[in-house]
């Protein structure tokens, strides 16, 4: 099992640049969430997805879009790039609530 | 403020040795706590899950305990192993999509 795959794992933007970061699992998950971590910072909930065609904001979503059009992929989306969002982007699935989360390896984004 | 407090930031020990992580949140209702250990460049691992009624668990040379009453959580890894070093990262959840991630410590076990 791949578990949940995450791509780009690199990516540098110049300011005002989109791109869209692309989370896939294979496990079937109910729930998929976008995080970023920045350091001495707690990982922060972007936006999440409690089913295909659902999603929801979360604590930091200015400036980011989501898509869940297909129950395995979840799809974070910067519309235009700010310094800002430079940080490592995490994805994270679960099967149902009060189960673990399983993250991916994330995605490490450099706006300048 | 962040409503999950860790401590140490960081923390270096030798291979062998006991060690224990704190963790004090202030997040209310309280659903569950978890550890997740993060390996440089990868995405953390569920380790364990206290609920509230649930004052001691193991898994393995992990063993995290809870106080609900002082809202407090220790994770203590015992006989250190070189893999051990990760950064340990304390979730506690309010509701169900309401899950409030502590900075972590960062352990570094030495040879």
């Known amino acids: 099992n791949a578990g949940v795959t995450q791509t780009p794992k690199f990516r540098v933007l110049k300011t005002g640049q989109s791109m869209t970061l692309l989370c896939a699992q294979d496990m079937n998950h109910e729930y998929m969430y976008w995080y970023r971590q920045d350091p001495g910072m707690g990982l922060r909930l972007i936006h999440y997805s409690v089913g295909e065609g659902t999603t929801a904001k979360g604590e930091v979503p200015d400036g980011y879009n989501v898509s869940r059009l297909k129950k395995q992929n979840f799809l974070l989306g910067l519309e235009s790039a700010a310094p800002s969002q430079t940080s490592v982007y995490f994805c994270?699935?679960?099967?149902?609530?009060?189960?673990?989360?399983?993250f991916g390896n994330g995605t490490r984004l450099t706006v300048t | 403020k962040n409503q999950v407090e860790q401590s140490p930031q960081s923390l270096i020990i030798l291979e062998g040795k006991n060690c224990t992580l704190q963790?004090?949140?202030?997040?209310?209702?309280?659903?569950?706590l978890r550890w997740y250990k993060q390996d440089t460049g990868r995405g953390p691992v569920s380790l364990t899950i206290?609920?509230?009624?649930?004052n001691t668990k193991s898994n393995g040379r992990y063993t995290a305990t809870l106080d609900a009453d002082t809202k407090q959580s220790s994770l203590h890894i015992t006989a250190s192993q070189l893999s051990d070093s990760a950064s340990y990262i304390c979730v506690v959840s309010a509701t169900d999509n309401d899950m409030r991630f502590g900075a972590g410590t960062r352990l570094t076990v030495k040879p």
């Open positions: 206290m609920t509230f009624s649930e």
């Open positions: 963790c004090n949140y202030t997040v209310s209702p309280f659903s569950n």
């Open positions: 994270a699935s679960r099967a149902r609530q009060g189960s673990p989360l399983h």
